[in-house]
């Protein structure tokens, strides 16, 4: 059994893979560190064989994390690293080192499960869009600050009072506060209505529409394209990775 992470700037997603384990994902907001009630779930689990991680949440959690695994199965946890070609994708980014972890991950995820032209959307401290054609070519994507970053560096500059509510499809607002909350929303759909026409001008088909990130479900009241919700779409990309490896290492 190995045990996949996925630590994001905010939440650590979790779950056992391999051969007679159920995949069941976690999640715990980590704050830099591991929380006590993921060492609770962690203590009594069978010792896993590898601990695989993607981790873009910062040094102090990585240390965090290395200290329990030691202290647990005394194994050190693998971090992965972008390939420029890996699992049928190629990323389009000419310095691989400086591509996000997770979105090469759901790229790889997205990719293994359909060869389609895909548009994803990863909504979480901040908002990545990749687009991928079907034959696995990434072709670019755009970085949004995220829903909460994009109000707050709003309200810091004004005296505009923070939101008590989550605005729900409004496509205009009558009052400021509600203006603010529904148009960091909108501002993001709106980039996702844009690219998803152009990718599929681009493909020559209409694109898969893949949804991920802690705001996936704040934002989808406000898409107007066809979309799905993958919550887990980074640990499916560490499971895909991980299966490949140990199938080239058996050979």
């Known amino acids: 059994m190995n045990l996949l992470i996925d630590i994001g700037n905010t939440n650590l997603r979790w779950t056992p893979h391999g051969a007679g384990t159920e995949w069941s994902v976690r999640i715990a907001r980590h704050s830099g560190a591991i929380p006590l009630d993921l060492l609770a779930a962690w203590e009594p689990i069978q010792p896993p064989e590898r601990v695989i991680v993607s981790h873009v949440g910062g040094p ?9 695994t030691r202290a647990l199965w005394k194994i050190e946890p693998e971090y992965v690293r972008v390939a420029p070609v890996a699992a049928g994708v190629r990323i389009a ?9 997770d979105r ?21 401290s901040a908002a990545t869009f990749d687009l991928l054609l079907a034959d696995g070519r990434h072709l670019g994507g755009l970085i949004l600050p995220g829903v909460e970053m994009m109000r707050t560096s709003l309200l810091m500059g004004t005296h505009i009072p923070r939101v008590e509510y989550e605005p729900t499809d409004v496509d205009w607002a009558t009052d400021t506060t509600t203006a603010v909350a529904a148009g960091s929303l909108g501002a993001i759909a709106a980039l996702a209505t844009r690219l998803h026409d152009r990718l599929a001008e681009a493909a020559g088909e209409s694109p898969r529409f ?9 934002l989808r009241p406000y898409l107007d394209r066809p979309c799905e919700t993958v919550p887990d779409l980074v640990l499916r990309g560490l499971a895909v990775l991980t299966e490949m490896l140990e199938i080239e290492q058996m050979q």
Request: hydrophobic residues 50%.
């Open 210 to 218: 893949i949804l991920a990130g802690g705001d996936a479900e704040r």
């Open 104 to 124: 090469w991950l759901g790229l790889i995820a997205a990719h293994a499960e359909r060869r389609q032209a895909t548009l994803i959307l990863d909504a979480g």
């Open 93 to 101: 980014y000419e310095s691989p080192e400086r591509f996000g972890v």
């Open 60 to 68: 102090a959690v990585a240390e965090a994390l290395e200290r329990v």
